[in-house]
């Protein structure tokens, strides 16, 4: 995994309450056993207006032109901004792999649902919870500044604006060192190995017929 | 000793060390394979060199592609293919328990896990599915995990995680005569909304919890992720015990004598405190149906669509005026006046043998009507399928004029040829009605069985207890 480093990047807003991951990915395209190529299929049923097949030619597909994604300057976007309980439904990490593919490095809603949230750290997604009027207002400023950007600072917890407006975040520790660090969990936890091993040992011995 | 919840007890008993900012680490009894989001995990132990920690906690299962028709053909789409082929291949390489297309225990993953007994209380069960959480209904703590996650329990039978909250949805007293598990899960999302429970392990405990049969359970536990949280739990009682004993893989003999003793204990204290608790009557629940794109968007079969002018706030309304739209619907229109073209009666909420025994007895005799473009039943498992033809309902089904299948997800998601097309509306038993879940354009209402049996019927809803 990547480093998640400081960054500044254009907005992308979705003003919609829970956006599931059916509309993040579309099952069609789970059919994939690769981690990437998601990208192009980010949000499809939104940013096309013919259905799509996996393997299809997304050059000559119909394109929504309403679709912020598919306008200027949001076809760069790297931060997208949406609303409450982002990312329900399944636990499918294709829908983390869709947004990074297309070169989305944060999220900022009010609230996302539980498995994307976990996901997106396995990934070096960052989801950002900020409260509903700091999204609000986010919103209003995205409405107004066509080409809004926001600077991304995970060291420091904040997202700041173009006017320099700080907006702390919360992270857990964990978390943000491993994101910061660019940590693969599996190492830190095989690290553990023997306290594993140990657990095991006395688990067994008390509830044997699991063994 | 401080009172505990059965969250606690269960999380207590598998967490194998804590950081001091919570983070631990959490043991995993069984892990659950499918071939959507396990060939990723698979190539991630293979890049890295990693072996699997133990390979005995694993059961591997093809469900979300197989198709339900013409199995002698195989799988004739060349991706869905290549993905299950590379779940079997993973799991010939690694000697893990899969029980391929073909064998009479496949079926969806969430079926045939309690089926064999592969699912025991008090256990962790995690797949790389959000429905996980349907084993809960046998108190095991119970999850959906991202394929990230997949591989770390692969890897090191861990999973990290941080404690959730404890919730507890009590639902009093009796049912109406009619009213089924997933009328009471479809009611309590209502109330409490898709983000209700997030953060939360959310516990079900009430006479209308425990009256329910495990396969009841079932319903209300695999819905618990539409409500936000990721596991639900209800308690280990005579019914569960009923249900587990004999299975293939539960203990057997003095094994059984010794597990049922531990699994004594799995309830929560009687002074547990909990961070939140809903308190619901079982008299106000009458049949549901949803009208909108979020399993929150439910009603009573006798209410009207919903008017988003009514709504106050306005993303809220503005989220039902998007919903209604989608779904082709117009405020106030009554639900009982909805047609629909499709029938599908399935998955991995609504597909065991009470399922299919409460839609049949609302088809015996009846037709579908005409009006109706296909109506179809799929067992969750292969033993499921067999058990209703021994018991003729096949024959009821057919006789109606329903379609009947081979198991699999089917078009609980639509990965397979079973598919609505643009525009069409269905009566389903699925847990997710959200927009193009079922096909692009496909419109979709979470039902019951027999409530999606009666609109079959009737070629619009209607309160099944009426018909
Ligand atoms: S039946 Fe539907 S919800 Fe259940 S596992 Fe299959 S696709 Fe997922």
């Not at chain 2, 639902?171 to 209502?190: C, N, R």
């Not at chain 2, 057997?252 to 619901?280: K, M, N, Y």
Request: glycine share 8%; aromatic share 8%; with cysteine.
């Amino acid at each position: 995994m990547e480093k998640f480093e400081k960054f500044t990047g254009i907005v992308a807003g979705i003003d919609r309450p829970n956006i599931d991951t059916d509309a993040i990915i579309p099952k069609q395209y789970l059919k994939s056993i690769k981690r990437s190529g998601f990208g192009v299929n980010l949000f499809d049923a939104w940013r096309y207006l013919d259905p799509g097949e996996p393997g299809q030619d997304h050059s000559r597909r119909r394109i929504n032109p309403d679709f912020v994604l598919n306008k200027d300057p949001f076809k760069d976007a790297q931060i997208l901004l949406a609303r409450e309980n982002f990312a329900c439904g399944s636990s499918r990490e294709h829908a983390v792999w869709a947004l990074l593919d297309f070169g989305i490095k944060a999220v900022i809603a009010p609230s996302f649902a539980d498995i994307f949230y976990n996901n997106s750290f396995k990934n070096g997604l960052l989801p950002i919870a900020l409260g509903s009027e700091l999204v609000d207002q986010l919103f209003s400023e995205l409405e107004s500044n066509e080409d809004c950007q926001l600077s991304i600072d995970l060291e420091n917890q904040v997202v700041r604006n173009a006017s320099g407006t700080e907006m702390a975040f919360e992270i857990e520790e964990f978390r943000k060192y491993c994101l910061l660090n660019g940590l693969d969990d599996i190492g830190l936890t095989m690290q553990h190995a023997e306290t594993i091993k140990a657990f095991e040992q006395q688990y067994y011995e008390k509830l044997p017929w699991l063994r | 000793m401080a009172a505990k919840t059965l969250y606690d007890k269960i999380w207590e008993l598998h967490e194998v060390r804590r950081d001091d900012d919570g983070t631990a680490l959490l043991y995993i009894d069984r892990h659950l394979v499918h071939e959507v989001t396990s060939p990723q995990a698979f190539e991630g132990l293979e890049i890295a060199q990693r072996s699997l920690w133990r390979k005995r906690s694993i059961l591997a299962v093809p469900d979300h592609n197989v198709p339900t028709t013409g199995l002698e053909l195989g799988i004739t789409d060349p991706v869905a293919r290549l993905q299950v082929d590379t779940l079997n291949q993973n799991c010939d390489k690694y000697g893990l328990t899969e029980f391929k297309m073909g064998d009479v225990r496949q079926g969806i993953v969430h079926v045939i896990g309690p089926e064999q007994g592969a699912t025991l209380p008090g256990m962790t069960v995690v797949c790389g599915d959000s429905h996980t959480s349907t084993h809960g209904a046998f108190a095991a703590l119970a999850f959906g995990i991202g394929t990230s996650e997949v591989e770390h329990v692969m890897a090191t039978q861990c999973l990290i995680q941080k404690k959730s909250k404890n919730m507890r949805v009590t639902v009093d007293g009796k049912v109406a005569e009619g009213i089924t598990a997933k009328d009471i899960v479809l009611h309590i999302i209502g109330e409490i909304g898709t983000a209700g429970g997030t953060g939360c392990t959310i516990e079900f405990a009430g006479e209308a919890i425990t009256n329910l049969s495990m396969e009841g359970r079932m319903t209300v536990c695999n819905m618990t992720i539409e409500a936000g949280a990721r596991a639900g739990l209800i308690a280990c009682d005579q019914t569960t015990l009923d249900y587990v004993r004999g299975r293939p893989f539960a203990p057997q003999g003095e094994a059984w004598e010794q597990a049922i003793t531990c699994w004594a204990d799995l309830h929560s204290d009687p002074d547990a405190v909990f961070d939140r608790e809903v308190v619901i009557d079982a008299q106000d629940i009458a049949p549901q149906v949803t009208w909108g794109t979020s399993p929150e968007m439910v009603c009573a079969v006798h209410q009207r669509v919903p008017d988003p002018a009514q709504e106050p706030d306005p993303i809220k309304a503005g989220g039902m005026q998007n919903a209604l739209d989608y779904m082709g619907l117009k405020a106030n229109t009554p639900l009982d006046q909805v047609f629909v073209d499709k029938i599908f009666i399935g998955s991995c909420t609504n597909s065991r043998i009470e399922d299919l025994r409460a839609a049949a007895s609302v088809v015996k005799g009846r037709k579908v009507a005409d009006s109706v473009k296909l109506a179809m039943v799929v067992p969750g498992s292969g033993l499921i399928k067999q058990q209703a033809e021994d018991e003729g309902l096949d024959r009821i089904f057919i006789e109606a004029g329903f379609e009947w299948r081979e198991p699999g997800c089917s078009m609980c998601l639509g990965m397979n040829a079973d598919q609505l097309g643009s525009g069409e509306r269905c009566a389903s038993t699925s847990n997710r009605n959200f927009e193009g879940r079922q096909g692009q354009g496909g419109r979709t209402h979470l039902v019951s069985p027999a409530m999606a049996a009666a609109a079959a019927v009737k070629g619009h809803f209607t309160d099944v207890r009426e018909l």
